[in-house]
């Protein structure tokens, strides 16, 4: 299947600050990636759609501005959270598939927020 | 509005025993379902994946059983092993690329010896 990569795999933060996330494609290109966050023992709810070349969709009750993505190449999205707050602490995913039906997830990232 | 059900949340099996997970779906529209093994502190894998078309697909220790009239689709992990205690999520999604996955609320599976 396809690999999907995440940096970095933790980061802890100062409220306030911003953090970036990488998620890169390493064996296909992707138009298209998402971005999901998980909270403990809770599903994946999807936050948005990020588009190569073009503005990310989000999903409803998403904070675009909060939430930043830019998918700057094929093989490339990041999603940056903007100050952050403590109740922004979750486990980040993003997934990538490329022309093919499947999604294929990176390890995530675990975000904590002191 | 959920619009993948799945049951049961949690659930213990012994060593050498069935695991059954079952799932439901609203959107007819759907037309790819996936499952994923999640670790703790890892991204879900691809664990198998069906069709519509197909009744029933196995892989391995892991059978995907789908009734399309019934909106329902399940998957059996035979001959249970400590090693399959994880978090499964049942998924639907359409196909043709570039599709975002909707995930039932995850199963977390104890398979004790």
Same mark, same amino acid.
């Given at each position: 299947?396809?690999?999907?990569?995440?940096?970095?795999?933790?980061?802890?933060?100062?409220?306030?600050?911003?953090?970036?996330?990488?998620?890169?494609?390493?064996?296909?290109?992707?138009?298209?990636?998402?971005?999901?966050?998980?909270?403990?023992?809770?599903?994946?709810?999807?936050?948005?759609?990020?588009?190569?070349?073009?503005?990310?969709?989000?999903?409803?009750?998403?904070?675009?501005?909060?939430?930043?993505?830019?998918?700057?190449?094929?093989?490339?999205?990041?999603?940056?959270?903007?100050?952050?707050?403590?109740?922004?602490?979750?486990?980040?995913?993003?997934?990538?598939?490329?022309?093919?039906?499947?999604?294929?997830?990176?390890?995530?990232?675990?975000?904590?927020?002191? | $509005? !959920?619009?993948?059900?799945?049951? &049961?949340?949690? /659930? @213990?099996?012994?060593?050498?025993?069935? =695991?059954?997970?079952?799932?439901?779906?609203?959107?007819?529209?759907?037309?790819?379902?996936?499952?994923? $093994? !999640?670790?703790?502190?890892?991204? &879900?894998?691809? /664990? @198998?994946?069906?069709?519509?078309?197909? =009744?029933?697909?196995?892989?391995?220790?892991?059978?995907?059983?789908?009734?399309?009239?019934?909106?329902?689709?399940?998957?059996?992990?035979?001959?249970?092993?400590?090693?399959?205690?994880?978090?499964?999520?049942?998924?639907?999604?359409?196909?043709?690329?570039?599709?975002?996955?909707?995930?039932?609320?995850?199963?977390?599976?104890?398979?004790?010896?």
């Amino acid at each position: 299947g396809a690999v999907v990569s995440q940096h970095p795999s933790r980061v802890i933060c100062k409220s306030g600050t911003s953090v970036k996330i990488e998620c890169r494609s390493l064996d296909f290109q992707a138009t298209t990636m998402f971005w999901y966050r998980q909270f403990p023992k809770q599903s994946l709810m999807l936050m948005a759609t990020s588009n190569e070349g073009s503005k990310a969709t989000y999903e409803q009750g998403v904070e675009k501005d909060k939430f930043l993505i830019n998918h700057a190449s094929l093989t490339l999205s990041t999603l940056t959270v903007t100050s952050a707050h403590p109740e922004d602490s979750s486990f980040y995913i993003c997934s990538g598939g490329g022309q093919g039906d499947t999604q294929y997830f990176g390890p995530g990232t675990r975000l904590t927020v002191l | $509005q !959920q619009q993948v059900k799945q049951s &049961p949340q949690s /659930l @213990i099996v012994q060593k050498g025993g069935i =695991s059954i997970i079952n799932c439901a779906y609203e959107n007819t529209a759907f037309d790819y379902f996936p499952w994923y $093994q !999640q670790f703790p502190g890892k991204g &879900p894998a691809l /664990l @198998i994946a069906i069709r519509p078309d197909v =009744s029933e697909k196995k892989e391995g220790r892991f059978t995907i059983s789908f009734n399309k009239s019934a909106k329902q689709f399940s998957l059996h992990i035979m001959d249970s092993q400590p090693g399959d205690s994880a978090t499964y999520f049942c998924a639907a999604s359409y196909s043709g690329g570039y599709q975002k996955v909707t995930f039932g609320i995850g199963t977390k599976l104890q398979v004790i010896p």
